[in-house]
């Protein structure tokens, strides 16, 4: 995690590699032909990347960053430096953003909802 500002960031691990919880790099052996690298047919991300960025996404949440925290917003990953497509960018972008808004949804419908015990309940 890098700190920037006093504000924690997300390594974009899909640039260099997925990341472990402890740092390491995990390789993916890709294969060549006709199914290889499964992708999200709607939208065109392998399916561990998108799955790794709304990962991402949901523990921003968690850590209670704002929707803004968003690290494809950040000039170093726009589609001008990093020179991918802007499509791709988006998607990335997109990807991040569902996870920490289901994230969000799912905490905020968890604090309004009152622990109910049961009758049968004894603690």
Do not use: Y
């Amino acid at each position: 995690m890098f700190f920037i500002d006093g504000r924690a960031r997300i390594p974009l691990c899909f640039r260099i590699g997925l990341h472990n919880d402890m740092g390491a790099t995990m390789t993916r052996k890709s294969k060549t032909g006709p199914g290889s690298g499964r992708r999200d047919p709607k939208e065109k991300l392998p399916t561990a990347e998108r799955a790794e960025l709304q990962r991402q996404g949901a523990k921003a949440a968690v850590r209670g960053e704002e929707r803004d925290v968003n690290p494809m917003d950040e000039a170093s990953n726009h589609p001008s430096t990093t020179g991918e497509s802007s499509d791709l960018w988006q998607r990335r972008k997109d990807a991040w953003q569902e996870g920490h808004d289901v994230q969000s949804q799912a905490d905020a419908k968890a604090s309004s909802q009152p622990a109910q015990r049961g009758e049968d309940d004894e603690h």
